[in-house]
């Protein structure tokens, strides 16, 4: 390799870094999470029936079906343009800081994928105000008509931004030919790709259909001036739906299969990491368990609306409801565990270090090829320092120090709580930890700098103290190999 790297290695950012948050991944976490929260059910689910119920009133001249989509359409308006908005943009603001390197390389592969998403999710956001703002105004059956085909343009863009978003997705848990001919189309078609946008746009569907089910539960009592009115059209309306919960629940767990079984061997043993840690078998179990308890709420919920002579109380939506929510929040931080040691399968680890690099490393030193580091040769004076630096690129993107997988936590339960430790047997594990945690990376580094990390180690173990990221610490540029003049700025 001759010493030159590509660009966009972990080494080349300052690493912000938040002590006991390990590399901002619960923050990462918390607003994808909440993103794909709202965007699957309301923006992806509900538009298209929101849609199919303005076509539906209109067509048969239900003025009160029409009422009901328009007031349902009110509440997903305000929750997709604001908390649903800021969340999308919060990705990119939370990524950027904590995995620059990562979304600096998706970035390079997607580019033009992710112009035409920006482009889709422009026309979403404006087709969403459109049709919304409009909706009164479309008193007259030719304005209607064009109402309603605002309305079906604004499902085909939610639908295409997932559609587009969820290329990266499964890129970056396996990235297939890509990683050889690195070409824009094979990134696009990934393996994963087909398998997981049916999944999510099924899942979508059937949880857009719960939502509206649900919110037409509180614009169904007393509004219509005869309350017969109301409970017939809640009936009509929960019928239908239980159709659309049934079909996709059927859809989502024939693409949910075929998903599964298309995730590499090795991230599929990832999920069990139950070998390792109690912690992650008890999280396994319930997994399936509420994986298999929410298919029973949603085939109970949907066969009990097909009933005619049976409504679904109010209440018992909520059970659904929740139990998607969890069930979301479960797969995405499956996805997301998983793909260890990997940020893009097969290519980077987690950590910013390429797969080509890292024998590179391993052989010619970390220290003398990162751009902010404070020393580049490792002496007696600086050893703990230089460990620290270590700590910060290698191991910081998933753990602390001492707050939430806390590295002198991880030692502790390893060997033992008031054990000693021996600094031999660390070095030892640290060199071989992705043989023996395959979830882990290789560490990126010579024996000496592994001697390094561990001598940071023992002496965070004796003094605890906060680690601060380049944020607050400010950088430091020494310049490459071996130079004997260090500049230092703040
Ligand atoms: C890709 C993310 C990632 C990186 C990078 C990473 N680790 Fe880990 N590490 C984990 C996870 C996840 C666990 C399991 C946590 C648990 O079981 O609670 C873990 C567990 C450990 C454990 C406990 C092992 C055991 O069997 O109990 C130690 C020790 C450890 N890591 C040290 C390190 C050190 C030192 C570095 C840097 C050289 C590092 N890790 C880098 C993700 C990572």
């Not at 969340?87 to 580019?111: D, K, N, Q, Y």
């Not at 112009?115 to 049709?131: D, N, Q, R, T």
């Amino acid at each position: 390799m001759g010493g030159r790297r590509e660009p966009f290695s972990v080494m080349d950012f300052p690493l912000y870094y938040i002590d006991h948050l390990a590399g901002g991944r619960l923050i990462i976490g918390i607003i994808a999470s909440l993103h794909v929260l709202i965007n699957h059910p309301l923006a992806v689910g509900a538009y298209p029936l929101l849609t199919w119920m303005e076509w539906t009133a209109f067509k048969t001249n239900r003025p009160e079906i029409d009422r009901l989509a328009y007031r349902i359409t009110f509440i997903v308006f305000i929750v997709t343009t604001t908390v649903g908005a800021m969340t999308g943009v919060g990705i990119w603001l939370s990524t950027s800081l904590f995995a620059p390197f990562a979304i600096g390389s998706l970035l390079r592969v997607f580019f033009w994928g992710w112009f035409a998403e920006w482009l889709v999710f422009i026309a979403e956001v404006g087709l969403i105000c459109w049709w919304f703002l409009t909706w009164k105004q479309a008193d007259t059956p030719e304005k209607k008509r064009k109402h309603i085909q605002i309305g079906v343009a604004l499902s085909i863009m939610s639908w295409l931004t997932m559609a587009l978003i969820v290329a990266v997705l499964g890129f970056m848990m396996k990235p297939g030919e890509w990683n050889q001919t690195r070409a824009f189309w094979d990134a696009m078609t990934n393996p994963l790709y087909v398998p997981q946008l049916g999944f999510r746009t099924c899942f979508a569907l059937m949880t857009g259909a719960v939502f509206v089910w649900f919110a037409s539960f509180f614009f169904t009592k007393d509004q219509d001036k005869v309350a017969r009115e109301g409970s017939r059209l809640r009936r009509w309306i929960v019928c239908r739906l239980s159709h659309v919960v049934l079909l996709s629940l059927i859809g989502t767990f024939l693409f949910g299969t075929w998903y599964w079984n298309s995730i590499p061997e090795t991230m599929r043993a990832n999920s069990s990491v139950a070998l390792l840690s109690q912690q992650f078998m008890n999280w396994h179990g319930q997994f399936r368990s509420v994986l298999g308890w929410t298919i029973v709420a949603f085939l109970v919920i949907g066969f009990a609306g097909l009933s005619n002579t049976f409504t679904v109380p109010r209440w018992a939506l909520l059970i659904p409801t929740v139990m998607g929510i969890w069930l979301l929040g479960h797969f995405e931080r499956a996805r997301e565990f998983m793909r260890k040691p990997w940020v893009i399968g097969e290519y980077m680890y987690s950590n910013g270090i390429h797969k080509d690099e890292l024998a590179f490393l391993q052989t010619e030193g970390l220290l003398n090829h990162a751009t902010y580091v404070r020393h580049r040769e490792i002496t007696d004076v600086n050893r703990v320092e230089c460990g620290e630096d270590i700590f910060l690129l290698a191991c910081s993107r998933c753990h602390s120090t001492t707050g939430l997988n806390g590295v002198v936590e991880k030692f502790t339960r390893m060997y033992g709580e008031g054990e000693a430790w021996d600094s031999g047997a660390m070095q030892t594990f640290i060199k071989g930890m992705h043989q023996s945690r395959t979830f882990m990376p290789p560490f990126p580094g010579t024996t000496e700098e592994a001697a390094a990390l561990v001598a940071y180690l023992q002496d965070l173990r004796e003094r605890p103290r906060t680690l601060p990221g380049a944020q607050s610490a400010g950088i430091t540029v020494v310049p490459p190999p071996f130079s004997p003049v260090a500049a230092t700025q703040p």
